[in-house]
């Protein structure tokens, strides 16, 4: 309901102390806390972030597990310092007892803050300022970048289960952290390192049981689902207490110059206390959000009801099913659903059975205090500016002033008319500059191609006019017929010691195996005598070839470095070709995701956007099938074809001018050495870091004739990222 217009702000804002009691000891923190660490997070972190640059490892891990407990010991006693404090000067609740004379009223209500505030006071250490991050630091921790050194540190002292584990913890807040997506499938590929080491170690207890409560739900196991959900909502309500604790901090001035602010008495408590309630109502927000998500959970308390109501209904226990039902339509009374699920319990169990229950208490106390919150924001919106969002999609429309509904629908409809006039614009903009772009990026791909081939015996048979597109090459000559049979050997002797495709043989079509091997694992192979090692080494050159041929020919001004390099052999299953439809690959591109309806293709993860371009360099063409071929966005309109030989190799630039396939092998073998390049270091494969350095010690730099200076990182290896780029 809206407010009246004159109420006196602090008797709406702050409950009225009633008649004052008999004095009493000012209320202190029972001594039940966990003593604050010798050390503040903040030095921890500092502390293990300089052992880290001096290559420390025993000394990172110590520092950073300090700082995380540290961080994590100074916000518990904070959260559960405020809690006690407010439990033990609370006074009564407003009309339990005679009002006092206006007068007295306000010295009343300040005699209960002092006390408030003297608790709490208590509960810091001497120096409460070292416990206190700053912004910058309460961010590094927010983003787990803790997790990052440790995951390396771990790494690098051999215990790859803790390290796989800190990675997990670290990308589940960083999605879109493309080393780190490297470094856990290479961890999932070690030795030692099991399924449950991927576990996140900053997971919120709620969401957790919020996450299996679902799980057991979707696979009708009821009761497992009951157990879990309301386990979630005890932790959700313990996380809740959390969270506002927390935003009773200082008072952030925003766009205040410090100086400058001079706001009164009540302006000031106004400014303060909106702020801390928008924080408080920010909780919804947080508490549903998951790390690495964008956008959290909708709806996500009340989610849980609709889930019980089910899931007790299934159970037989038609009372808790009411109870959920009812607690559901608290926050969405006119719920169609939930209304007819509500009249099918109460027919079946009675409608003198089913009468008297009533919603969950907690949560009629929960909705109450959360609009009380939302009318004093609303108001303080409409009155004083103070914006607030509110998180919630089934707040009443009444709790919102009528003046302040009508002003947000009249930016709601200007918002909208002028978005969708900057998207119109903006749609022909982007068509101009796209044409443009396109003629411009046409001629300077077509002026530059051509570069020579630097190899004695390698010839261009089709550049990109030939193959209807651009940035695209046909090279023939790169490999020699007893250098082709070498590497076919090599192939199928390194798979057949163990080198297949995670375990899955047929990756990418049911009716062909294909088994594969990298650079790193040739070489390593051969020094153990598995495998001809003069064969490795080919291997390893014929890579550095292939690399030094797509710089020249497509005019390159910075080098290519590897983003990933295998050996691959697809074999036709012979009883699985009958009726067969389907590609050996089908259409993709390299460095985005194809979506051929859209005709577009987005250029983020989990495509590996930083490739830009790419090789196949094939070793045979003794088989059926197989052909490679490039299409139009629609991944339908064949552009030009490949047939496979010895020898041959196909370059082209990885974007989406350069849509490609590989058409079904139907019988015998086909192999061939696919290859991608970045122009950023920061991607190059730390796998091929390796490879040089056992190049070095195998042979000697005076010998590797093709070898290219690097510098060895401080990194854990990246994963061998293979999969649905796999030519």
């Known amino acids: 309901m809206a407010l009246p217009a004159l109420l006196p702000l602090l008797p709406l804002l702050l409950v009225r102390a009633a008649t004052p009691p008999e004095p009493v000891p000012v209320p202190g923190p029972v001594p039940i ?102 912004e910058e630091l309460d961010r590094e921790f927010s983003k787990r970048s803790p997790y990052n050194y440790l995951q390396v540190a771990y790494f690098k002292m051999n215990r790859p289960a803790q390290a796989a584990a800190a990675a997990h913890t670290f990308f589940m807040a960083n999605p879109g ?52 959900l309301e386990k979630a909502l005890e932790e959700y309500f313990v996380a809740d207490a959390e969270c506002r604790a927390l935003c009773e901090g200082p008072y952030d001035y925003e766009g205040y110059n410090y100086l400058e602010y001079n706001a009164d008495l009540f302006q000031a408590i106004t400014d303060h206390y ?22 959290p959970l909708e709806d996500f308390l009340p989610s849980h009801f609709n889930y019980l109501q089910f899931a007790y209904y299934n159970n037989g226990n ?58 004093l924001l609303f108001f303080s919106y409409d009155v004083f500016g103070i914006p607030f969002v509110d998180p919630d999609t089934w707040t009443p429309e009444e709790v919102i002033p009528k003046r302040l509904r009508e002003k947000q629908k009249v930016e709601r409809e200007t918002a909208a008319r002028i978005s969708e006039e900057i998207g119109n614009l903006m749609k022909e903009i982007e068509t101009l500059v796209e044409e443009k772009a396109k003629e ?9 191609e051509g570069g020579p081939l630097v190899y004695e015996g390698a010839s261009v048979t089709m550049n990109s006019k030939t193959l209807n597109g651009s940035q695209r090459v046909v090279v023939d000559g790169v490999l020699s017929a007893e250098e082709c049979r070498e590497l076919q050997r090599l192939t199928n002797a390194a798979a057949s010691a163990g080198d297949g495709y995670r375990g899955k043989t047929s990756p990418h079509t049911p009716s062909e195996t294909f088994y594969g091997v990298t650079v790193l694992k040739a070489l390593k192979l051969g020094q153990e005598g598995k495998v001809p090692l003069q064969s490795a080494y080919l291997y390893y050159n014929v890579t550095e070839k292939v690399r030094h041929m797509m710089e020249s020919y497509f005019r390159l001004e910075v080098p290519l470095h590897f983003s990933y390099s295998h050996l691959v052999c697809r074999t036709a299953i012979d009883e699985k070709q009958e009726g067969r439809s389907d590609n050996s690959h089908e259409v993709h591109v390299d460095n985005c995701i194809l979506n051929a309806e859209a005709l577009v293709c987005v250029k983020e993860p989990p495509a590996y956007t930083f490739r830009d371009y790419s090789a196949i360099l094939y070793l045979n063409g003794d088989f059926e099938g197989g052909a490679f071929y490039f299409t139009e966005l629609d991944a339908k309109t064949e552009t030009a074809e490949v047939q496979p030989q010895c020898g041959r190799a196909v370059g082209f630039s990885s974007g989406s001018e350069n849509p490609h396939g ?7 073998q ?29 042979f000697g730099t005076e010998e590797g004739d093709l070898l290219r200076e690097t510098e060895l990182e401080q990194e854990p290896p990246a994963a061998v990222t293979v999969g649905k780029d796999e030519l």
Not at 329 to 339: G, R, S, W
Not at 662 to 668: D, E, I, L, P, Q
Request: with cysteine; charged share 25%; proline share 7%.
């Open 33 to 134: 806390d966990p003593p604050l660490p010798a050390q503040p997070p903040d030095a921890l972190f500092a502390a293990g972030a300089e052992a880290y640059t001096r290559g420390d490892w025993p000394a990172v891990v110590l520092q950073m597990e300090r700082a995380l407990r540290a961080r994590a010991a100074v916000r518990s006693r904070l959260v559960r310092c405020r809690l006690r404090c407010a439990n033990a000067t609370a006074g009564p609740a407003e009309g339990a007892e005679p009002q006092p004379d206006p007068v007295l009223r306000d010295l009343l209500f300040f005699r209960g803050l002092l006390r408030r505030a003297a608790c709490l006071r208590g509960c810091g250490p001497a120096a409460p300022s070292r416990y206190r991050l700053g």
């Open 177 to 228: 952290h493309q080393e780190m997506r490297q470094n856990l499938e290479y961890y999932q590929a070690m030795a030692g390192v099991r399924e449950d080491d991927f576990t996140d170690l900053e997971a919120k207890p709620h969401l957790s049981e919020f996450r299996l409560g679902v799980r057991f739900y979707t696979e009708e196991q009821p009761a497992a689902a009951i157990l879990h």
């Open 274 to 295: 909106m702020q801390v309630l928008s924080c408080k109502q920010g909780c919804v927000t947080e508490l549903a959000s998951q790390p690495g998500r964008e956008k």
């Open 318 to 375: 038609y009372e808790k099913a009411i109870e959920c039902a009812k607690t559901y339509l608290l926050f969405f009374p006119n719920d169609e659903v939930m209304n007819q699920n509500l009249a099918y319990y109460t027919a079946v169990l009675g409608e003198n059975l089913a009468g008297p229950i009533q919603p969950r208490e907690e949560i009629q106390a929960y909705r109450q205090r959360s609009l009380m919150e939302k009318e």
């Open 440 to 448: 411009s990026a046409d001629m300077s791909k077509f002026i530059r």
């Open 662 to 668: 590989v058409k079904a092998v139907t019988k015998g």
């Open 670 to 698: 086909r192999c061939a050495i696919a290859l991608w390049f970045t122009l950023d270091p920061r991607h190059s494969e730390r796998e091929r870091v390796q490879a040089d350095d056992l190049v070095k010690m195998l």
